[in-house]
């Protein structure tokens, strides 16, 4: 008996492909997860490094910050009571690359982040000193002269390229006989907030008793009744009393944003940068909404870093 040639039906065929393209389908979304995943994990690694390397930064200069070299024939610079203080700042401010030290602040990017400049002695002679001691940077500064001869270390946040913000590091180039330039330290910057603790106590104690940020400073010293005949003489009293020789400590808060939107939550959060009690202040930038952020860039990675820095030299 002859047999029939035997294959599959239409229906069969129908159902066939509709299960391999269901388990294709299955398959892609685990890929397109897994492959997303790995995105937001590879942001996160970055976030993290990132921020930990910027605070290390930070926190190196800070405690660097005032620093007086003792290792002189002469008497050491800036131990005068009416020479500058040598800590400073801006609220809600950035910089330009090139220009002297902070005295031209412009307009604030990244959501007001400020500005922070720290000064010190260096060790040793010639360009770069010994390299005991160096800017943020990483260039040596030697011992000084005179105040132009402190080493300069100077933070703040601007755009790179591509429109996004940066927390950059400014200073002098050749051991601080060169032209002022900066060095990007961490992209990615959704905030960069500065709080000062001063020590309002008299005498003073070295323990900071408020903290406050660089404006309230600034209204601290405009409202100073200085003494002098001449601008030289009253710069001079608003150096022997001005309330930056009374920082005794600062306190830094960070946020920074991966690249691209890799969250797979769509929970929009709140990031209060000193804590709920001070994010109803009104301090530009210190309380986050992701609300507020366009789609675009809402659901990108983020993580918000802080540390309090315990002054080791008085700012003169």
């Not at 599959?8 to 066939?16: D, F, G, R, S």
């Not at 005991?132 to 001869?149: H, K, R, Y």
């Not at 309230?216 to 608003?238: C, E, F, N, S, Y």
């Not at 994010?279 to 609300?291: H, K, N, P, Q, W």
Request: glycine fraction near 12%; charge should be negative; charged fraction near 20%.
């Amino acid at each position: 008996m002859q047999r029939q040639p035997y294959g599959w039906t239409i229906v069969e065929l129908l159902i066939a492909v509709a299960l391999g393209s269901m388990l294709t389908l299955l398959a892609s979304g685990l890929l397109l997860a897994a492959a997303g995943n790995y995105r937001h994990h590879t942001d996160s690694a970055w976030l993290d490094d990132g921020g930990r390397y910027a605070l290390s930064i930070l926190a190196q200069t800070l405690r660097q910050g005032a620093y007086v070299n003792w290792d002189s024939a002469a008497a050491p610079v800036a131990l005068g009571s009416d020479r500058p203080a040598l800590i400073g700042g801006w609220d809600a401010r950035s910089l330009s690359r090139s220009s002297y030290g902070i005295d031209t602040p412009l307009p604030a990017v990244a959501n007001g982040s400020d500005v922070l400049a720290v000064r010190f002695a260096g060790h040793g002679q010639g360009t770069g000193g010994d390299g005991s001691s160096v800017n943020c940077g990483g260039f040596g500064v030697a011992a000084p002269d005179d105040d132009d001869g402190l080493g300069w270390s100077i933070f703040y946040v601007a755009l790179d390229d591509n429109g996004d913000a940066e927390l950059r590091c400014k200073y002098l180039g050749n051991g601080g006989s060169g032209n002022w330039s900066a060095d990007a330290i961490v992209r990615g910057v959704e905030s960069f907030q500065v709080l000062y603790g001063l020590d309002t106590d008299l005498p003073a104690d070295g323990v900071p008793n408020q903290y406050v940020n660089a404006s309230a400073i600034r209204a601290l010293d405009a409202a100073l009744v200085l003494v002098g005949a001449t601008p030289q003489a009253l710069q001079r009293d608003l150096n022997r009393k001005t309330h930056w020789k009374r920082v005794a400590s600062v306190q830094l808060a960070l946020l920074l944003h991966g690249d691209t939107n890799t969250r797979s939550d769509r929970l929009a959060l709140e990031f209060d940068l000193f804590g709920p009690a001070y994010a109803g202040s009104g301090d530009l930038g210190t309380r986050i909404l992701e609300v507020t952020i366009p789609e675009a860039e809402r659901w990108r990675a983020r993580r918000l870093f802080g540390l309090t820095v315990a002054l080791r030299n008085k700012s003169v």
